[in-house]
């Protein structure tokens, strides 16, 4: 049997950022490029463990049981244990922290034929590209941003040495912060050569949106330079 799987060319990259230029960005890519994770913390102190062990477990996870290639029903349930893996290391990383510590996180995997299931926890954004356009936005988790927004504006008019008290929980769904979280939304896509996967956090989306990522994403470029391009416009943004 001859598989119809695309074969993809992935890369990733993140940036140390905050005090003490620390990480606070982890992604794992699979060897066989198969499954991909995003993760971003926020908050304080272990906060700069919790998205690394997140990440490390759907890793863990992927070296002892790799997700079915074509059975949708086994991905869900594989993808819903690496959510669970992943909480538990979070929760272990940051239970005993600040109460304003959380952690989003994207995972994705390729089945056969061509199509992938993303299935996230938080504030993600995850954008399909085709020839110059995005036909779906797969994951954007921000219905209440603006709320939030004027929410923290007006706490840090009351109150700015306590800024880091913020509770990123209340502005999104999020692993670490319980013992047991359920998977926010799942979804899948349908797949062509030449298309382009874009997951990214919370920084990535204040720095670009559904119409403006594609000019960050020349066509036939190569993943790294994307990477890059997007890393940039982040930083540039602040």
């Known amino acids: 049997r001859v598989s119809k799987m695309l074969k993809w060319r992935a890369a990733a990259l993140t940036y140390r950022c905050g005090k003490g230029e620390q990480i606070r960005n982890s992604f794992y890519i699979s060897p066989d490029s198969r499954v991909f994770v995003v993760a971003e913390t926020y908050g304080r102190g272990?906060?700069?463990t919790a998205s690394g062990d997140a990440v490390e477990a759907v890793e863990r996870l992927w070296q002892q049981s790799q997700p079915d290639n074509t059975d949708k029903e086994a991905i869900q349930e594989w993808l819903s244990k690496a959510v669970s893996c992943a909480n538990a290391a979070a929760w272990a990383a940051s239970k005993d922290d600040s109460p304003g510590v959380s952690t989003s996180i994207s995972l994705g995997v390729q089945a056969d034929p061509s199509c992938l299931f993303v299935a996230h926890v938080g504030i993600t954004c995850t954008y399909q590209i085709r020839r110059n356009k995005t036909i779906k936005v797969i994951a954007d988790d921000y219905s209440n941003y603006k709320e939030v927004q004027v929410m923290m504006k007006e706490w840090l008019a009351r109150s700015p040495e306590q800024m880091h008290l913020i509770g990123w929980e209340y502005m999104q769904r999020c692993i670490g912060r319980s013992e047991t979280v359920d998977i926010e939304a799942s979804t899948a896509a349908e797949l062509?050569?030449?298309?382009?996967?874009?997951?990214g956090t919370e920084g990535l989306r204040l720095a670009v949106n559904e119409?403006?990522?594609?000019?960050?994403?020349?066509?036939?470029?190569e993943p790294e330079v994307v990477c890059q391009n997007l890393v940039n416009q982040a930083i540039e943004c602040g």
Do not use: H, K, Q, R
């Open 46 to 48: 272990s906060i700069f």
């Open 211 to 221: 119409e403006t990522i594609v000019d960050f994403v020349p066509p036939d470029s």
């Open 192 to 199: 062509l050569a030449g298309d382009y996967i874009i997951f």
